[in-house]
């Protein structure tokens, strides 16, 4: 899993003619992925002012608005791929646009496969 990392302020400093550049990079990037058959799922996420945050505690639901933690660079999507190894996954994670353009990092991350769960 390729997990994309910013800092929304960022996004919101860019001039529109930015972001459609960047859109355009991002979608790009996809199809790539797409074509070369190693693209298995993937999403942007809505802002982090849209999250909600869930713990129980003493058996009871808790929820906060917001992110679990306080940071300036938060997840901003994300995209599941098969590749046949650690490197060309690194390799796809530093094509990714938002790397490309040093706004934060990709977390390369396997996914764990567990032996009785449902596809």
């Known amino acids: 899993m390729l997990l994309i990392y910013g800092d929304p302020h960022e996004w919101d400093a860019m001039t529109q003619a930015d972001a459609d550049a960047m859109h355009g990079e991002y979608f790009a990037f996809t199809k790539g992925i797409i074509d070369s058959g190693e693209y298995v799922s993937g999403a942007p996420l809505q802002p982090v002012d849209t999250a909600?945050?869930?713990?129980?505690?003493?058996?009871?639901?808790?929820?906060?608005?917001?992110?679990?933690?306080?940071?300036?660079?938060?997840?901003?999507?994300?995209?599941?791929?098969?590749?046949p190894d650690l490197d060309r996954a690194l390799a796809l994670a530093a094509e990714i646009p938002g790397a490309q353009r040093g706004l934060g990092p990709i977390e390369v991350r396997p996914v764990q496969v567990l032996p009785d769960m449902p596809a």
């Open 52 to 83: 909600t945050s869930v713990r129980v505690r003493d058996g009871q639901r808790v929820t906060t608005d917001g992110p679990f933690a306080e940071t300036k660079e938060v997840l901003g999507g994300y995209y599941i791929v098969e590749v």
